[in-house]
T-cell receptor
């Protein structure tokens, strides 16, 4: 069974600094996708970044990058140049196999950006 | 910018009653999803829908749940006989065929079962 672990319930970062949010996963399926979502206090879920298990390069989207270490089964999110608006819950998620399959979420990390 | 919409934003119901949560996915999207998030807990996948049929469902999605795409725009989640533990935020999401991994979430419907 697939499993997602986020070991940091809360993180603090100074504005303009970079921060890494940890995510490890466990699966026996060679084909899977890894996702990060942001949930601000308003409650909506915002897609940030996706990494496929067969992708050769780490995914990047603007200030977000995914540090994908396949052998270690980790998919950490790196946010560069943190902004106050980055304060939110961040969820890592994994889907095994094809689009439409069950997606499992981690427990989340609450990031607080300090001015 | 197109967005997923959900109605109502908050639904209060009595235990045992049926509820229908409504979603309007982004118009050219073909994959549809329902998730729920019990207050303070992780997001849980309920069901995915593609090509007018359920693609995958989780163990949470038992016989009390059903989904429907009654017309070309709406996507509904029905809970037949609500239980107290169904109280949660329910999110609808959709994605397009060419970028299926980028799911756009709606703002959610908060369901409170009394």
């Amino acid at each position: 069974a697939q499993k997602i672990t986020q070991t940091q319930p809360g993180m603090f970062v100074q504005e303009k600094e970079a921060v890494t949010l940890d995510c490890t996963y466990d699966t026996s399926d060679p084909s899977y996708g890894l996702f990060w979502y942001k949930q601000p206090s308003s409650g909506e879920m915002i897609f940030l970044i996706y990494q496929g298990s067969y992708d050769q390069q780490n995914a990047t989207e603007g200030r977000y990058s995914l540090n994908f270490q396949k052998a270690r089964k980790s998919a950490n999110l790196v946010i560069s140049a943190s902004q106050l608006g980055d304060s939110a819950m961040y969820f890592c998620a994994m889907r095994e196999g094809r689009v439409g399959n069950d997606m499992r979420f981690g427990a989340g990390t609450r990031l607080t950006v300090k001015p | 910018e197109p967005e997923v919409t959900q109605t109502p934003s908050h639904q209060v119901t009595q235990m045992g009653q049926e509820v229908i949560l409504r979603c309007v996915p982004i118009s050219n999207h073909l994959y549809f999803y329902w998730y729920r998030q019990i207050l303070g807990q992780k997001v849980e996948f309920l069901v995915s829908f593609y090509n007018n049929e359920i693609s995958e469902k989780s163990e949470i999605f038992d016989d009390q749940f059903s989904v429907e795409r009654p017309d070309g725009s709406n996507f509904t989640l029905k809970i037949r006989s609500t239980k107290l533990e169904d109280s949660a935020m329910y999110f609808c999401a959709s994605s397009e065929e060419h970028h299926p991994n980028e799911q756009f979430f709606g703002p959610g419907t908060r369901l409170t079962v009394l």
